[in-house]
């Protein structure tokens, strides 16, 4: 029943190696989420997708590359690891628009996936 | 200048204890504002939306001042349950939350 779901919830990994992050949404949203939240607890978005669409892309090294298959599934492909990629990655899903226009905010958190690169 | 600034605290209170947690912005075209609550090793989940009018749930407060770019949450009778960090969060133009560092709150018994 989990409403947004992340795997592994742990990934423990050596300097150079490519991991991917999994995310799915069971509640039917249409925008979906990475955040990045660092050894300082500091969360910074990282990629939105919107209906499959890549709408938000910060200012993230290109070895990360996000993939949506669907609108329920938004995956993060980390090539050649670093050190400085150890962190906590969070998925996250709304529902940017309603079915008579309203815009909601709220945004629905995975579990997060603890990344350390050794 | 950060987005969003928060006092990271930690603020120790005991139970029963009224708290207050500020927060400021330096986007001023920021379009909604949130308090999200973060327990230890968890996923943010949000505790309020922030409204202009200011609103209540139960023993939190939260108020907005725009002109001042300013966020408050007010916790009253503060109980063991509430200890976690609390991330001001505001809402941009691209549906991206920006998230402040976290006030860490611990009640104590």
């Known amino acids: 029943d989990t409403a947004v779901s992340q795997t592994p919830k742990y990934l423990v990994t050596q300097m150079g190696n490519d991991k991917s992050i999994k995310c799915e949404q069971n509640l039917g949203h249409d925008t979906m989420y990475w955040y990045k939240q660092d050894s300082k607890k500091f969360l910074k978005i990282m990629f939105s997708?919107?209906?499959?669409?890549?709408?938000i892309n910060e200012t993230v090294p290109n070895r990360f590359s996000p993939k949506s298959p669907d609108k329920a599934h938004l995956n993060l492909h980390i090539n050649s690891l670093e050190l400085g990629d150890s962190a906590v990655y969070f998925c996250?899903?709304?529902?940017?628009?309603?079915?008579?226009?309203?815009?909601?905010?709220?945004?629905?958190f995975g579990p997060g996936t603890r990344l350390t690169v050794l | 200048r950060k987005e969003v600034e928060q006092d990271p605290g930690p603020f120790n209170v005991p139970e029963g204890a009224t708290v207050a947690f500020n927060c400021t912005y330096s986007n001023s075209a920021s379009q909604s504002f949130f308090w999200y609550r973060q327990d230890c090793r968890k996923e943010p989940k949000l505790l309020m939306s922030?409204?202009?009018s200011g609103n209540e749930d139960g023993r939190f407060t939260a108020q907005l001042n725009r002109a001042s770019q300013y966020i408050s949450l007010l916790i009253r009778d503060s109980k063991l349950s509430d200890s976690a960090t609390y991330l001001c969060v505001v809402l941009g133009g691209r549906r991206a939350l920006t998230f402040g560092s976290g006030t860490r709150l611990q009640v104590q018994p």
């Open positions: 997708y919107n209906n499959k669409e890549l709408i």
């Open positions: 922030v409204y202009s």
């Open positions: 996250a899903s709304s529902q940017d628009v309603g079915l008579a226009g309203e815009r909601y905010n709220e945004q629905f």
